[in-house]
């Protein structure tokens, strides 16, 4: 599909190369929402994190996200985007990038893929302390 772009990556994820894909001379809004990793998390220093994907299906996931945004908010386009391995402090996870005629159309559809996405996308996150490490999101 010419409106989807979907990625999951060990490399460097690329804000501007999303934003270029979604934007359009049709439309009016562009909502972008970027993950970062931060420095803590219940009440711990997060050093490192960890991403681990059942690849294939996850696409799939993924895929289905970018249609159903498609069809509820009327979207144009939509990008994707989540790393995986290895993660530093400040390091970018996951970028989502929608584009519409209106910007409260953008913003739905953006809120709704990162939402869905942490609910029903086989991504893993393993946190990394300074006393070990435990795998959080253990699901879908």
């Known amino acids: ?3 989807i772009f979907l990625k999951i ?5 690329n804000l501007q190369e999303a934003y270029d894909f979604v934007q359009d001379p049709s439309c009016g809004g562009i909502a972008v929402f970027v993950g970062t990793v931060r420095n803590a998390t219940s009440n711990k220093k997060v050093i490192k994190l960890e991403f681990s994907t059942y690849k294939s ?4 996931e993924m895929e ?11 979207i144009h386009k939509i990008a994707i985007h989540h790393a995986e391995g290895m993660l530093q402090i400040g390091d ?3 970028i989502i990038a929608v584009s519409s005629a209106h910007r ?16 029903t996308v086989p991504i893993w996150k393993k946190e990394y ?12």
Do not use: R, Y
């Open 64 to 74: 289905k996200i970018a249609l159903q945004a498609i069809n509820k908010f009327s």
């Open 92 to 94: 970018v996870p996951v």
């Open 57 to 60: 299906m996850a696409i799939k």
């Open 104 to 119: 409260k159309a953008a913003f739905a559809a953006c809120q709704f893929a990162i939402d869905t996405l942490k609910e």
């Open 9 to 13: 990556t060990d490399k460097k994820l």
């Open 1 to 3: 599909m010419n409106n």
């Open 129 to 140: 302390f300074d006393d070990g490490e435990v795998w959080v999101n253990a699901h879908p």
